[in-house]
């Protein structure tokens, strides 16, 4: 079973477009909820996190919104870069349990 | 610092050879993961330790073998593995879930090819 769904499975946007990743859970115990960017060959790397007791937090072009209410979060991307072009996963986690539950994965080519 | 090292980058084993992957942190974490990943899939759990006891076994077959012999260790043995166990091997920590910081960071990778 799926605990977190995460959609598009691929997206292609041009360059100094938005790209938007939807993730949704069911379990309200979660309450972490990072963002990944994996490239060929490497280990995911750690892109930015949120609480769900804030709806919004940005690090430099990268934003993740949260509404805790429908229960889904998702990743922005501001003026995408080909440098951006990777895989991005959300997950999600509960404060006990040291377990950390990925969505699917979303393949992001960002076109010159 | 937030790295988590792995070594081998690279290995390729044959279905009898023994072989282990290590993994290293010195980032104080109490909390480290062994994943396996597929290509085009995310990673999939396989084992958890927390304050270096094993407290996550996700039903890995007896053929991987992990080991914690301190906080900033993980150890990953292989023994008699089958083609399909061909994938990328991750390690990653972070703090044992429950305190404030929830980071959870990944090392580089095994590439393990099993011939």
């Known amino acids: 079973q799926q605990q977190v769904k995460q959609s598009p499975q691929s997206l292609i946007v041009q360059k100094g477009g938005i790209s938007i990743i939807n993730c949704a859970y069911e379990n309200t115990a979660f309450d972490y909820f990072p963002w990944y960017q994996q490239f060929p060959g490497k280990g995911p790397a750690l892109l930015i996190a949120i609480r769900p007791d804030v709806s919004e937090k940005k690090e430099g072009r990268f934003t993740i919104s949260f509404n805790k209410s429908a229960k889904q979060f998702s990743l922005h991307i501001m003026d995408s870069q080909p440098g951006d072009s990777a895989t991005y996963f959300c997950a999600a986690s509960k404060r006990v349990g040291n377990q950390f539950y990925f969505g699917t994965g979303t393949s992001l080519t960002v076109i010159p | 610092d937030t790295e988590v090292t792995q070594t081998p980058k690279h290995l390729v084993m044959g279905m009898t050879n023994k072989k282990s992957l290590k993994c290293e942190q010195h980032m104080g974490h109490r909390a480290m993961y062994w994943y396996k990943q597929k290509a085009k899939k995310p990673p999939e759990l396989m084992f958890v330790y927390s304050y270096e006891k094993l407290s996550i076994n996700e039903s890995v077959p007896s053929r991987f073998s992990p080991e914690c012999p301190n906080s900033s260790l993980l150890n990953l043995h292989l023994h008699a593995l089958q083609p399909e166990d061909s994938a990328l091997y991750l390690c990653?920590?972070?703090?044992?879930?429950?305190?404030?910081?929830?980071?959870?960071?990944f090392g580089p990778g095994t590439r393990l090819t099993v011939t």
């Open positions: 990653a920590s972070s703090q044992v879930l429950g305190r404030d910081s929830y980071e959870q960071y």
